[in-house]
Structure formats: structure tokens, C-alpha cells
């Protein structure tokens, strides 16, 4: 048969998309080690990822922990399932909780709702896997205790939170026991993580939200002035959802209903379809520019309305539909870059990994700290770092993401999906990076979706982030004939060096070939790995 994917396009890279009919793709490489370890014991692609997502926790604490909060789909053979695993407030949490505050707490115990990252790895492996909880932690609790050399990406961002965090509750003892960040390649141990994790997995999560590791999480918490309590971990489920759609290119692309902001690459994606679009080359001026405004518009949407689904004013679907969508687009001028704002339809630090096997089974996931290292909140005696996304919400009232009790923030965090027009698996995909993961989600759909190009392709483009009214970040390496071009159109271009700092995030890709084996990619720009068998 014909070759479906474009292997003659590429842009700047060492790496060739990695075929196999396994497949591991992850933002560190002694992670992605662990998944293919499960692989090649047996076990399945939910037990591959289970066992990346827990040694992620150890050898990249810039991004994650076992504090964090986590998202995941898996195509199970036949079907998607989608798992929100993201913690909710603390019950005390109200509007005088915070009152004389002008925005919530960045770092320390203010800024942690409950941790749900635990109840992702018990979930996923309950209802699909097929190795015990004890073997998937085992590598994680190998590199924990023996120790892992730091990579140089983790290394630098390891430095920078050193900086700002020392002074947090708990931190500078696991993290900074010398009062300095570990430096490019030192073994860095933690064997107080690695008992928490075999705690974890031997009580199939049980420690962590209603024993020993939640008392002293909880006696930690009231030490420095936090509001969470027992209750409030016990209180904590993770939901099995499903996944809100929209077709694109002749497929369908599949993200989590909000908490998360993967609505906005849906809305952009079904912009897109409105236009004319697709019929110029990907790295042309007209292609760059439809897509950063059809993404202006759904972030301009998403910053207003969107929030815990139980929460909004409105549904998701009514931000979905296709007379809205329509509306939308007819804003957006082909010619000219635009200042936009939100709409009103009437009623009617972050790690990504992906997993697939031979079998069919697929898994997109996402874990995160939010902000690096996040609250900067680490519980003595145990290495259980706390993620801030408690600082997601807002102190508005009238704002749908206002602060409440028991009510989940605004996530970053978004894993993503496609199928193709007969419904048959197409890509797991995700991108790492704050704001920019809607962003990268269209990106990467349009790219494969709409373009054909190859995995690896596709993440090593130069890639584009809106950050406010005209205002795009945008990397160095396109066409300066493309960018003279675009801001002769009115956009206002910040270019940037991709090899600096973590703005663009980092991407991972499996793709399913018609002939049943898998095209896998992983972020040149980082430390990220695609293994395949």
C-alpha cells in the first residue's frame, strides 16, 4: 500500500520517527525505560503507561509528583474512556477564606487542592491493567532508592526552582539537602519517595488518601497554615467521562470536558473547518495565520466561560455547537490580524506520555505540578511533593472559576486523541506547557491530521503561542520571509530561540499505521524519548 505520511518533509532534528508494533513515548528517557519494561513483561499499554507516569515522579520532579494531579484517555480496542483524575478545594475554601486577597497563593499549602494523581495510576490499572500495582511501581522505586543521573534539561529547571523555592515548607530537605540543585548527570536518590511508593502500590493507593501518608500530609498541612483535612482526601474520587469531540481533516479529535482546556482546541479545530483552510502549505503565511486566529478566539472563550463542568453557566456543547462555532469564525479576517474578545452562545511544569500495543490498546496521558516543582510544598520523611493548582482559580465571584469548596480549578493539563473517519484509532498525542497545550493540540492535529506529515515532523516544526491580543511567541526557526509576512498582517511576533527556556513545550506522538504497527515521535527541543519493539 501506499505510504500515508509524508517522511520527506522534516525540519531540524536527529531523530527519525521510531516504528514498532509497541510503543513508549515520554518527556524522559529512564521513564520511558519503565513502560517498555511492563511491555516486555506482559504486560499492556495501561500498565506501560502507569509504570512511565510513577517513575516520572521520580526522575523529573520539575514537572511532577506524587502530589500531582493527572488526565488520561484510553482507546481500549474498541472505544475511548476518559479518565479526570484531578483533585478538587478543600471544603474550607470559600470567598472568606481568601477575603483581603487581590489572587490566590502561588506556593506553599494555600495554593494545593487535593492531589489526584495516585487515584489515576489505581484507576487506570484496576479497570484496565493486567500487572499488580507492586510491579508497576517497581522502577520508580528502583530509581528512587538507587538513584538516576539527572538530565540537562531537568538540571536547569531543577537550578532555576531552587532559587525561588528554598525557603518552602520541606523543600530544600528533599530537594536541595546541600542547599544547591543536583548538576547534569549527579545520581540523585530519594528513598524516602521510594517508600512512599511501594506504600502506595501495596495498599493500591489506600495510603496515600485515607492512611499514614494522609495523616502526615495532613499534620504537615496544619503545621504551616493550610486548610485541607482528612476529610477533604478521603472526599476525593477520580471520574470516568467522556471525551467531547469535533471532526477535523475527515477524523475526529477527542479532549476531556473542562475542568481542562481542551475545548479550546476543539472550538479552534471546528473554526478552521468554517474556512477555507488546508489547501495552502502548512509553513505558509495564510495557514499560520487562520490558525492563530481561530486559537485567539477559543482562548479568548476559554479565559471567560470555562471552569469545573459543574460549575459553568454554560455547557460545553453550546461552546461546541455548530452555529456558534460558525459565529465565531465569521469574525476572523483572512487578511488581517484582529483583537478579539470572548463570545456569548445563546442557551442550547506538566509531563505527557503516550503508550500503545500490539493488541490495539492506546493510552494518552498527563500528569503535572503545574508550576515546575509547584506549591514548593514537600512532606517530610516521605518525598510527597504538592502541586499549586489550587492556584488556577480566580477570587472574581462573578467569574465561573471562582474559588468554591470542593470544586476543581481551571487545568493547564489536557492529554489528546483522534480517530479516524471509521472511528478506528488514528493518534495519541499531548504537549507539555502551560497555555500553550491547546495550542500545541491544534498544532499537532493540523500538522498530521489535516497535512500528513510524520510524528516526528510534526513536533520538530516551528511552533507558535498566543499570548495576548495581537501579541504571538513564535520560534525562530520559520521562514524570515513567513514572519516579515505575518506581521505585515498586524501580528505582533516575539521571536524565540526553541532551545530556550520551556515555552513551547514538549510534545509526544503515536501514531497507528493502517497496517496495525505505530509511528512514534518525542520532543528534540527536551529530554523526551519515543521507544519502540
Known amino acids: 500500500m501506499s505510504q500515508p505520511y509524508d517522511f520527506n518533509v522534516a525540519y531540524p532534528t536527529l531523530r527519525p520517527t521510531m516504528m514498532g508494533a509497541n510503543a513508549v513515548s515520554a518527556s524522559q528517557p529512564l521513564a520511558a525505560q519503565a513502560g517498555m519494561r511492563m511491555l516486555m513483561l506482559g504486560g499492556n499499554a495501561v500498565d506501560a503507561a502507569v509504570a512511565t507516569a510513577m517513575a516520572l515522579t521520580v526522575v523529573e520532579p520539575s514537572g511532577c509528583g506524587v502530589g500531582s494531579d493527572a488526565f488520561a484517555i484510553v482507546w481500549d480496542g474498541e472505544k475511548t474512556h476518559a479518565l479526570n483524575a484531578s483533585g478538587r478545594s478543600p471544603a474550607a475554601w470559600n470567598a472568606d ?35 499488580p500495582l507492586t510491579t508497576l511501581a517497581q522502577p520508580a522505586i528502583d530509581y528512587a532508592r538507587q538513584g538516576f543521573p539527572v538530565s540537562p534539561l531537568i538540571a536547569r529547571l531543577w537550578k532555576n526552582a531552587v532559587s525561588k523555592l528554598h525557603d518552602q515548607p520541606g523543600f530544600s530537605a528533599c530537594f536541595a539537602s546541600q542547599g544547591v540543585a543536583p548538576e547534569i548527570g549527579e545520581i540523585f536518590r530519594n528513598p524516602a519517595l521510594a517508600n512512599t511508593l511501594e506504600l502506595i502500590a501495596k495498599t493500591q493507593g489506600e495510603a496515600f488518601y485515607r492512611g499514614e501518608l494522609a495523616e502526615k500530609m495532613i499534620a504537615h498541612c496544619q503545621q504551616f497554615g493550610g486548610a485541607m483535612t482528612l476529610a477533604d482526601l478521603d472526599n476525593h474520587r477520580a471520574d470516568w467521562v467522556e471525551t467531547l469531540t469535533q471532526s477535523f481533516a475527515g477524523g475526529t ?12 482546541t476543539l472550538m479552534a479545530l471546528g473554526m478552521l473547518e468554517k474556512l477555507d483552510f488546508g489547501h495552502q502549505p502548512v509553513d505558509s503565511v495564510q495557514t499560520l495565520h487562520l490558525s492563530i486566529e481561530a486559537m485567539k478566539l477559543a482562548l479568548a472563550d476559554l479565559d471567560q466561560h470555562i471552569a469545573d463542568s459543574d460549575h459553568m453557566p454554560l455547557t460545553p456543547q453550546q461552546l461546541l455547537s455548530d452555529e456558534y462555532l460558525t459565529q465565531r469564525a465569521s469574525l476572523i479576517d483572512p487578511l488581517r490580524a484582529s483583537d478579539v474578545s470572548y463570545g456569548s452562545p445563546k442557551p442550547g511544569g506538566t509531563v505527557y506520555l503516550t503508550t500503545a500495543d500490539a493488541s490495539g490498546i492506546m493510552v494518552s496521558f498527563i500528569q503535572s505540578n503545574y508550576m515546575g516543582f509547584g506549591s514548593g510544598v514537600v512532606v517530610p520523611d516521605t518525598g510527597i511533593s504538592l502541586q499549586n493548582r489550587g492556584c488556577g482559580f ?52 493540523i500538522r498530521i491530521m489535516r497535512y500528513g506529515q510524520n510524528p516526528q515532523a510534526a513536533i520538530d516544526a516551528p511552533r507558535w503561542r498566543v499570548i495576548a491580543g495581537r501579541q504571538v511567541a513564535i520560534e525562530s526557526t520559520l521562514d524570515t520571509n513567513t514572519l516579515a509576512a505575518l506581521r505585515a498582517m498586524g501580528h505582533e511576533l516575539l ?16 501514531l497507528r499505521h493502517p497496517q496495525g504497527h505505530y509511528l512514534a515521535g518525542s520532543e528534540s527541543r527536551k529530554d523526551g524519548q519515543a521507544l519502540v519493539m
Open 97 to 131: 477564606y481568601f477575603a483581603g486577597q487581590t489572587a490566590m497563593p502561588t506556593y506553599g499549602w494555600n495554593a494545593v487542592s487535593v492531589p489526584g494523581a495516585v487515584s489515576a495510576w489505581v484507576e487506570l490499572a484496576k479497570k484496565f491493567g493486567t500487572l
Open 253 to 264: 479529535v477527542h479532549e476531556l470536558p473542562p475542568n481542562g482546556q481542551g475545548i479550546a
Open 394 to 445: 480566580v477570587l472574581d465571584p462573578t467569574h465561573a472559576n471562582c474559588v468554591a469548596p470542593n470544586k476543581r480549578p481551571l487545568h493547564t493539563i489536557i492529554p489528546a486523541f483522534a480517530t479516524d473517519a471509521a472511528g478506528k484509532p488514528l493518534m495519541s498525542f499531548g504537549l507539555m506547557g502551560g497555555p500553550m497545550q491547546a495550542q500545541g493540540h491544534l498544532q499537532l492535529a
Open 495 to 510: 521571536v524565540e530561540d526553541p532551545l530556550q527556556g520551556h515555552s513551547f513545550g514538549g510534545a509526544q506522538v503515536i
